[in-house]
């Protein structure tokens, strides 16, 4: 397993999986660092669906209009959110948190939709009290995905010390 810090800076998107299942334990570390994160006023907005049904997969690739790859992967989590004003940014950070402890697992994924999902809904009975923010295909990369090789902006492109404009040494 490697560190946090590790992890971000290797994680890349995965959209092409071996033919091999997740296993079990993996996939309750994945759930347990998103339900961990903190989140503003402790709400915990968020609502976390594994499917594992190759045909539900199937059929939430078909809903995915940019991530029609859900339908190999042998697990999705589907987030859905409560209709509340921090919802959308409290579980962006159990999206990431969920994305990098798989990856320290060996474990790639990548960020499905983000809206556009009502269809996602009906197909997993999600009442409509609640968004579909997201859909997490998770798998084994079929192939390297060039670990750590990312292109990023400097930091001292993006980060400043005591105001903005003040290089940050």
Request: glycine share 8%; charged share 25%; hydrophobic share 45%.
């Amino acid at each position: 397993m490697m560190d946090v810090l590790k992890a971000a800076r290797t994680l890349l998107a995965v959209r092409r999986y071996q033919d091999r299942p997740v296993p079990e334990t993996v996939l309750r570390r994945i759930l347990e660092a998103g339900r961990l994160t903190a989140s503003a006023k402790n709400a915990q907005p968020w609502q976390f669906i594994v499917v594992q049904d190759q045909e539900t997969l199937r059929r939430l690739g078909d809903l995915a209009r940019t991530g029609p790859y859900v339908a190999q992967a042998p697990l999705a989590i589907v987030i859905a959110v409560e209709k509340t004003p921090f919802a959308v940014s409290d579980a962006s950070r159990a999206i990431q948190s969920m994305l990098l402890t798989a990856w320290a697992d060996g474990v790639g994924s990548n960020w499905v939709g983000f809206g556009g999902l009502n269809e996602v809904r009906a197909l997993l009975h999600i009442p409509a009290e609640l968004d579909v923010l997201a859909i997490l295909p998770f798998g084994y990369p079929l192939e390297s995905v060039g670990r750590g090789r990312k292109q990023r902006k400097p930091l001292e492109a993006v980060a400043h010390r005591e105001r903005y404009g003040q290089p940050f040494d």
